[in-house]
Every structure is written in structure tokens, then in C-alpha cells.
């Protein structure tokens, strides 16, 4: 029932993301190369996208525009994947002839196969816009084929130091976790894929370390206050069981209530997460 609710509410705040932008404004000098991994987009719901732009003479944009992406139905005009981002190069410094190239890890939503079935048609839009006015200037769009394969995906419980899910207007939701957590995870006995997405307030927690353990086993130290991180989790790190323990040590919590006289929020808090994503390889 906890599952069939999830997906009730999950494809409410899809359906409420519209294809948004005002307007499509002029064409740019410069190309776009753009490659998937998997190519085919098939069996992985952890997406790598590579970027490689190359501006040419007359190229201008002001540094406070970002690069949208945007993975959408063509039919609903909703938005089941975003990606909006600055490139790690500012526009300013684009230089024609001058190729930027960079990387960035997508993870499509877990249910998303029982909303849109285990293959689907996405429209891909790649190109800029400006948070301010929600000005846009498309660059490429092209419709993809998508297959989704729901048995790569073990089952995953968030089962101690862990507070209930928040949303935003946006529909993106992330979850907090006290000073320490747990996940419980089934053991896929097979090479597997981690992906940790998340944050913690640097103004509260300066110099927050967080350590992830796999079975007491220390996997990584995470000191970025904004991070992303994917690993590959062998076999053998997963041990024999039946399950393995996901666990999570931050060395510092904060209670808002006590740094912000107009919070009331009495929880202790840590680290934020995105995604705690964890699927077959």
C-alpha cells in the first residue's frame, strides 16, 4: 500500500512539471555533440551524458545563463528527467574552436517503469536559458527510445536515522538524515552501481565530513558540501548474505531550531540526500 501511494504521489508532481520556458529565442553559432553511456539507453536506469560543445566565431551569452536539458513526454509535455546546470567553463571564457567537453550523471526515477512501462518514447532538449526571465535557445532536440529493465533494481530500506521525504514546488524531493543512518539493501550477488546524491548546509556544518560504510567496510569520506558521487560495489563487497548494510556517519548535526529564531524545526540534522540510488550493473 506504502508503494501504491508513492507512485500515486510521484506521478502527481510529474504531471504538475510542464515544459516550461517563455519563449524560444535566436540561433547560436555552435555545435553540440552529445554522448549516452549506455548508448541505446537500454537495461540502466543510471544515465551518463557527455557534453561536448563547440562554440563558433560570434558566440555570446552572459554567464548567468545555464544549460537546460530536459527529458520530457511529447504527448503530456511533462518532464520526467531535468538536468539543468552551469558548464564547469563560464560562457565568458567560450572561445570559438575552442571544444568544452564535461560529464554529467542523470538517474531516472525508481517507478518511473510503472508509469511509462518498460519501454517508452522521451523528446530530449538540450540548450540555454535564463533563470531570471525564462528565456530559452534551443540548441538540439531529438526523441529517444528508452528501455527500463525493473528487475536490475534490488530492494532498498531506509531503516534507521532517516526522516520522512520532503518535496518542493518543483516536485523534487530529498530526504535528511540524522547524524548517522542505515539502509538495508538485497543483496544482488552481482556487480552493482551506487550513486549518492546530495548536500549539507556549509553555513551550519563547516568542514561536515560524512563517511559511507559498506558493511562496516569504509567505502569513501565525503567533505564537498554539494556532491555526487557514483561507485561500483563488487560482489564481494556485499558479502554473503542475503543483505547488506548501507550505513552513513557524519561527524556534525545541527538543529535549525537553535541556529534561526524563526524555525521551530527541532530535528537533528546532517546530511540531505537526492538519491541513494543502487541498482545491477
Given at each position: ?71 520530457w513526454d511529447p504527448a503530456s509535455k511533462s518532464m520526467y528527467l531535468v538536468d539543468d546546470h552551469r558548464p564547469p567553463v563560464d560562457f565568458s571564457r567560450w572561445s570559438p574552436g575552442k ?183
Amino acid at each position: 500500500m506504502r508503494r501504491h501511494w508513492f507512485l500515486i504521489l510521484l506521478l502527481g508532481f510529474i504531471l504538475m512539471l510542464p515544459f516550461c520556458g517563455k519563449r524560444e529565442g535566436k540561433k547560436l553559432p555552435v555545435d553540440l555533440k552529445v554522448d549516452f553511456s549506455p548508448p541505446q539507453l537500454k537495461d540502466a536506469y543510471i544515465l551518463k551524458i557527455k557534453y561536448s560543445w563547440l562554440p563558433h566565431q560570434g558566440f555570446s551569452l552572459p554567464d548567468d545563463y545555464w544549460v537546460y536539458v530536459h527529458f520530457w513526454d511529447p504527448a503530456s509535455k511533462s518532464m520526467y528527467l531535468v538536468d539543468d546546470h552551469r558548464p564547469p567553463v563560464d560562457f565568458s571564457r567560450w572561445s570559438p574552436g575552442k571544444e568544452i567537453s564535461y560529464e554529467r550523471i542523470l538517474v531516472f526515477p525508481e517507478y518511473i517503469e510503472e508509469i511509462k512501462g518498460d519501454s517508452f518514447r522521451l523528446d530530449f532538449s538540450v540548450g540555454f536559458y535564463n533563470p531570471k526571465t525564462g528565456d530559452k535557445i534551443r540548441v538540439l532536440e531529438r526523441p529517444l527510445t528508452v528501455k527500463i529493465n525493473p528487475q536490475i533494481l534490488p530492494q532498498k530500506i531506509y531503516s534507521e536515522g532517516w526522516y520522512n521525504e520532503e518535496t518542493d514546488s518543483t516536485g523534487r524531493t530529498w530526504r535528511w538524515m540524522g547524524k548517522s543512518a542505515i539502509c538495508r539493501v538485497e543483496n544482488p550477488r552481482k556487480p552493482s552501481l551506487l550513486y549518492l546524491q546530495g548536500f549539507f548546509p556549509e553555513k551550519y556544518l563547516p568542514n561536515q565530513k560524512l563517511r559511507v560504510y559498506i558493511n562496516d567496510k569504509l567505502l569513501d569520506e565525503i567533505a564537498d558540501p554539494v556532491f555526487k558521487k557514483l561507485y561500483e560495489i563488487s560482489p564481494d563487497m556485499m558479502g554473503e548474505g542475503d543483505e547488506f548494510i548501507l550505513k552513513f556517519e557524519a561527524e556534525k548535526s545541527f538543529v535549525p531550531a537553535q541556529v534561526d529564531s524563526k524555525s521551530d524545526d527541532k530535528r537533528e540534522l546532517a546530511v540531505a540526500f537526492y538519491k541513494v540510488f543502487f541498482c545491477v550493473k
